[in-house]
């Protein structure tokens, strides 16, 4: 019994070595391999154009300094384009590093949910994949120059991916979030909206030469790129799987502290021609629904302090700096009775759930659910009560 143990431990050992010898068991070919970490997904005339920026080992000092490269490729499906990316580089596209996908305004007004759901039962993707649309072309989001970091779409997911001790008011949306939301029974979803600010940046000589260095899409070679920053301060609405609307950056706040908690948050109110810097400490948030009358509550608690104000500070009570005025209280929450009003009336016009209504009735309220599922989410009613008061 002992020797045929020895005789299939040896067998096996013989398998083992032929297999570590002879295969490379599927590792990556480094060479023939294109990392890709951020994808753009754009129309096409034939279908779709999805561009990939892919990671390149940064250079030493005597070779270029590059380190990304932007392909395209177009196809019928997405799928389709990205292989097309590596037909025609020669480079098998590797979506396994994919951190970033960025949806075009055209393909998001389309219908974003069916791409949204490849990706999802895809293995290609990671589920964890951020995904942002564009006011414009996504293409000009990963060929975009800025000086926030040599690859586009890491600078980016700096924006939209914020730790908690930052300042965060931009509620990320992954593949796997945005799909729970179109699949839920309020059939909306949000993410955030990315637009390119222009003019703000001054380039020295030799970034603005290593910006040019790379091939121009318009066949200009010799002309310097401009270096951009982003703004990611509003989330773009979607229903039935299709963008139906936009939240002004006050409105993407207002809804945010309803939703969930914020960190070192800030916020400016005026009176009197004296303008106040406000820090938001805590935000106590309940969203009731009330199925009798469909009439849905928000109502929000803020603990504010002093962090800023143009009517200065009198050295001798310093102490006493973070004790925000009744008046500058009062103030702000007229300033949050009308972004909320208005964010109602986006609600209601775009028809998009971002609240979650009918999941909510679904959950705590079923009995109600057969009754109102078919209850538009504009044919409820929205009443809010903001409630300001200082930290100490």
């Known amino acids: 019994m002992r020797f045929k143990r020895t005789i299939a431990t040896a067998i096996f050992g013989v398998l083992l070595a032929l297999l570590y010898f002879t295969s490379d068991f599927a590792l990556i070919d480094i060479e023939k391999t294109a990392i890709v970490v951020a994808i753009g997904i754009d129309k096409d005339e ?17 070779s270029s300094k590059k380190d990304d490269a932007v392909m395209t490729g177009t196809g019928k499906t997405v799928l389709e384009a990205i292989d097309n990316v590596g037909a025609e580089t020669g480079w098998h596209p590797k979506l396994s590093f994919c951190s970033m996908i960025f949806i075009g305004k055209d393909v998001a007004t389309d219908d974003v949910q069916t791409i949204i759901d490849f990706f999802v039962t895809s293995e290609r993707v990671d589920n964890s994949a951020t995904i942002a649309m564009t006011d414009g072309k996504a293409s000009e989001l990963l060929t975009a120059k800025t000086p926030l970091d040599s690859i586009t779409s890491f600078a980016l997911q700096k924006i939209v991916l914020k730790s908690e001790w930052m300042v965060s008011t931009v509620g990320a949306t992954n593949l796997k979030s945005f799909a729970v939301m179109t699949n839920s029974r309020s059939k909306s979803a949000y993410m955030p909206v990315i637009e390119v600010i222009k003019g703000k940046v001054e380039s020295s000589g030799e970034n603005a030469q290593s910006g040019g260095e790379g091939k121009s899409q318009s066949g200009g070679g010799e002309k310097k790129d401009e270096e951009v920053l982003f703004d990611s301060s509003s989330v773009g609405l979607f229903y039935n799987g299709s963008y139906v609307g936009r939240l002004s950056d006050e409105e993407t706040l207002l809804y945010y502290m309803l939703i969930g908690p914020v960190y070192q948050c800030f916020i400016g109110v005026g009176d009197n021609n004296e303008q106040y810097f406000l820090t938001i ?66 609600i209601v016009d775009t028809k998009a759930d971002i609240f979650m209504i009918k999941e909510r009735i679904y959950k705590y309220h079923n009995s ?17 009560e903001n409630i300001v008061v200082s930290a100490d």
């Open 368 to 384: 109600d659910y057969e009754r109102l599922k078919d209850l538009s989410i504009d044919k409820f009613t929205f009443k809010t």
């Open 281 to 346: 400490e805590s935000n106590e948030r309940t969203i009731d629904v009330d199925v009798l009358s469909a009439t849905v509550y928000l109502k929000l608690k803020l603990k504010v302090s002093l962090a800023d104000s143009t009517e200065g500070i009198d050295l001798t009570s310093v102490v006493k700096k973070t004790v925000v005025d009744r008046k500058v209280l009062r103030a702000l929450e007229n300033k949050l009775d009308e972004i909320a009003a208005s964010l109602s009336g986006k």
């Open 46 to 62: 034939n279908g779709y154009s999805v561009t990939a920026q892919i990671g390149v080992p940064e250079g030493s000092e005597s």
